[in-house]
């Protein structure tokens, strides 16, 4: 599929893991269940957990009880901050497609992708891991609805109630 904008299937996997891990908190997650509500490759997410483990963002515990958990509050984690954890800093340059040299005696984006580019960066402070927990009160555990977004989601293999990211 070709996209305009593209985000690595590591920052995807850091922001599905990442949300995952606030809604299941505060019990610990491991690898292998959260590979599996995600529908996802188990060792690829290891990997990116543990990235986000070096990064603070989350702590392990080996065991039978152990698993992954958050070590701060869902609403201090932005998407910002895991983007960066996983891919690198954000800078923005003169150019945006980083050449030091134009061809052409002014820039034929004329800084359009450099904006669009601060609005992505603006839009990614802003989303909070918490924006995907479900609000208290909203549906009770074990209700109909419950019952039935847990199929829905089982028959779909994709993203559940959780807002897309």
């Keep these: 599929m ?7 299937e590591a920052a995807s996997l850091g922001f599905h893991g990442l949300a ?13 269940k959260a590979a599996e ?3 996802v490759s188990e060792a690829h997410l290891a990997k990116v957990f543990q990235t986000l483990a070096k990064a ?3 702590s392990s515990q080996r065991g039978p009880a152990g698993g992954f958990i958050l070590n701060r509050p869902a609403d201090e984690l932005s998407f910002l901050d895991i983007y960066e954890a996983l891919e690198a800093p954000v800078h923005l340059e003169e150019c945006p497609l980083g050449n030091r040299f134009c061809g052409f005696h002014k820039c034929i984006f004329d800084k359009k992708l450099n904006d669009l580019s601060r609005e992505i960066i603006k839009t990614f402070e802003g989303i909070r891991l918490s924006q995907f927990l479900p609000s208290k009160g909203s549906r009770e555990e074990g209700s109909p609805e419950d019952d ?18």
Excluded: T, W, Y
Aim: some cysteine; aromatic content about 2%.
């Design 2 to 8: 070709n996209l305009l904008i593209n985000i690595s």
């Design 20 to 32: 995952l891990m606030a809604e299941e908190a505060p019990r610990r997650i491991n690898v292998k």
């Design 37 to 39: 509500a995600l529908h």
């Design 56 to 58: 603070g963002f989350i």
């Design 148 to 165: 039935q977004a847990d199929k829905d989601k089982k028959s779909s293999g994709k993203c559940d109630s959780r807002k897309e990211i």
